[in-house]
């Protein structure tokens, strides 16, 4: 089983930047592909971005595409989520979540962090 708990959320003005982290328990944190999603009030949870285990393949979503950046730490077992020119609309609970092997995907999580809030004001 995987623990994961992520930080760095808050509140930040439009055009700011923000830098999620996420801690995973385990000795084992580089057989996981790693993503973070996000869910805003009254909208489904969709997928923001994912990294391969190694970290040399990443997948963005068309809307964070440009601003975001996802990268992995695999000594530190933590995946980090850069978010620049933050916009009102990426208000949002963001979570990460982890995936045993495989190629990088946008479902398929098995494990989910507990989510960290994310509020853009404009």
């Known amino acids: 089983q995987v623990v994961l708990v992520e930080s760095g959320g808050g509140l930040v003005q439009a055009g700011g930047s923000l830098r999620l982290s996420c801690a995973a328990s385990?000795?084992?944190?580089?057989?996981?592909?790693m993503g973070w999603f996000r869910q805003a009030p009254g909208k489904e949870r969709e997928f923001v971005a994912a990294?391969?285990?190694?970290?040399?393949?990443?997948s963005h979503a068309d809307s964070v595409k440009g601003r975001f950046t996802i990268s992995r730490h695999n000594a530190k077992n933590t995946v980090y989520l850069q978010m620049n020119n933050l916009k009102p609309e990426d208000t949002a609970v963001y979570f990460c979540?982890?995936?045993?092997?495989?190629?990088?995907?946008?479902?398929?999580?098995?494990?989910w962090g507990q989510g960290t809030q994310v509020t853009v004001s404009s």
């Open positions: 979540a982890s995936k045993w092997r495989g190629p990088i995907a946008t479902s398929g999580y098995d494990y």
């Open positions: 385990g000795r084992t944190f580089s057989s996981y592909v």
């Open positions: 990294i391969s285990r190694t970290g040399s393949t990443t």
